[in-house]
């Protein structure tokens, strides 16, 4: 089970709203969550990896599942079983993320897709359409998991796990930090999982802290 703290904030250089989650479960890892209801982009600072939004693969190709895009690897988790790189809505399999132009990566019922970093990592986002309550992310680190897997339904409101293909509330742009990884696992278990504009990064202590004043100053953390 997941516990969480929150806190609404109106961030002064765009009219969404900021909720800082903590999932403070039995693991030693906590991992903070922002989430910015319709937002396309968020902030990642000092990219490492990404942004990745699906519009040309440095190696391998979208076809073929297995893919690089600005340094992060793609590869169906089980071969054959993977996301696939889509372009606008088909009525009971994908739909666009709200407001997004281009090609974003959707994961049906049953599939899921491991991105594969150089180095270690210590935040993660991406811009989460018609967030449902069966898309999953979980985080790893040498193979072994870190943390607790995170579903659409752990998202606290204004947040709405809903699979509203229009609603900002169902639309955000999902950043997860305070957690070392070099694997995410994305899945669902339902049609579909609908995401872009993946980016990661390993900052340096001062510069999130610095991220989360301009924030307006609200940060938590488990202990």
Known sequence: MLDWIYCEQTIGFSEHCCIFLVVAGSSANAVTIVAAPGALTGSVPNEQGGP????APSSGSFFSGTFTENGISFSPT????G??????TLPGNNANPAGYVGNYMAILNGQSETLKFSHQMDIFGLYWGSIDTYNS???LLNGAQVGAIIKGSDLKSPIEATGNQLG????AYVTFSNLLFDEVILSSSGNSFEFSNVAAAAPEPATWAMMILGFGGVGFMAL
Do not use: L, R, Y
Request: proline fraction near 5%; charge should be negative.
């Open 52 to 55: 990745v939004n699906f519009s």
């Open 78 to 81: 089980i071969p054959g079983q």
């Open 83 to 88: 996301g696939i790189v889509v372009f606008g």
């Open 137 to 139: 992310v979980e985080f």
């Open 168 to 171: 900002a509330n169902s639309n």
